[in-house]
């Protein structure tokens, strides 16, 4: 029976090695038995090897004519995934933030026609409505700002799901 493997993963990269190589030979390589490579192959069990063995592993199967290590490519696939998140984090803070400067210069400019001689109510009730409108952003920029200390990573108040 074929076990199914998800993609990106360790466990079928070590898998796309073994199939170039041999279980022996990644057996081997790593100074492991065939069980504990075949456990790394599975995506069910949560064993992986060191870095160490990986590098051997993905080196043998360069030395077999394989053109790349595969488990180096899992990791820098797997890596770029993660970040899409931070990165999204800091995209969407620019957004927030160029809004919040615009919002917050709408806001600045109706209070100072408010503070004209002869301000209408409607005119301050602009002012009022604009302040409001920078001021709900405010809580959003928080947000994705503390997102972006270590430890934290994009979630959804990062989102600005909250």
């Known amino acids: 029976m074929t076990k199914l493997r998800a993609p990106l993963s360790f466990s079928l990269a070590i898998t796309t090695v073994c199939g170039k190589i041999g279980w022996e030979a990644a ?15 599975e995506s069910d069990r949560h064993g992986t090897p060191t870095l160490d063995q990986a590098m051997a592993l993905d ?9 790349h290590g595969p488990i180096l490519s ?3 696939l797997q890596l770029d995934v993660a970040m899409v998140d ?11 933030v160029a809004l919040f400067s615009r919002e917050a210069g709408d806001a600045v400019g109706r209070c100072i026609q408010a503070l004209a001689p002869g301000a209408s109510p409607a005119m301050i009730q602009a ?5 409001e409108e920078a001021d ?9 700002l503390k997102a972006l200390l270590p430890g934290n990573g994009a979630g959804a108040e990062a989102r600005g799901q909250i």
């Not at 931070?86 to 620019?94: E, P, S």
């Open 127 to 131: 002012a009022i409505l604009e302040t």
């Open 59 to 67: 080196r043998a199967f360069i030395e077999a004519g394989g053109d």
């Open 86 to 96: 931070a990165v999204a984090c800091r995209t969407a803070l620019a957004d927030d």
């Open 27 to 41: 057996a081997k390589v790593t100074g492991r038995s065939i069980r504990t490579v075949r456990h790394w192959s």
């Open 74 to 76: 899992c990791y820098a």
């Open 136 to 144: 709900a952003i405010v809580p959003r920029l928080l947000g994705r």
